[in-house]
């Protein structure tokens, strides 16, 4: 991943029109929820685009069903049973 200072030189912008039923800050929560789980963004970087702090934008990650750290099930139990 690269650095939010990387990301920041060399960020672009576009625009997009919504219908009216769809909120500019829902928009760019969705936007930031994808580029984080298709791992385009770290959850920093996510969290920053969709304008919330890390700890609100992991919630709101496991209520859109995203897990916010992929750990193999397999891992998980081996580490949960020593």
């Known amino acids: 991943m690269k650095s939010m200072e990387q990301i920041e030189k060399k960020?672009?912008?576009?625009?997009?029109?919504?219908?009216?039923?769809?909120?500019?800050?829902?928009a760019r929560l969705l936007l930031a929820i994808k580029l984080y789980e298709t791992e385009?963004?770290?959850?920093?970087?996510?969290?920053?685009?969709a304008e919330y702090s890390k700890s609100t934008f992991m919630e709101l990650l496991g209520k859109?069903?995203?897990?916010?750290?992929d750990y193999p099930f397999e891992e998980l139990e081996r580490e949960m049973n020593k």
């Open 11 to 26: 960020t672009r912008e576009f625009h997009v029109q919504l219908p009216p039923e769809v909120q500019i800050e829902e």
């Open 40 to 49: 385009r963004l770290s959850l920093g970087q996510a969290a920053r685009l």
């Open 64 to 69: 859109q069903g995203v897990a916010v750290f």
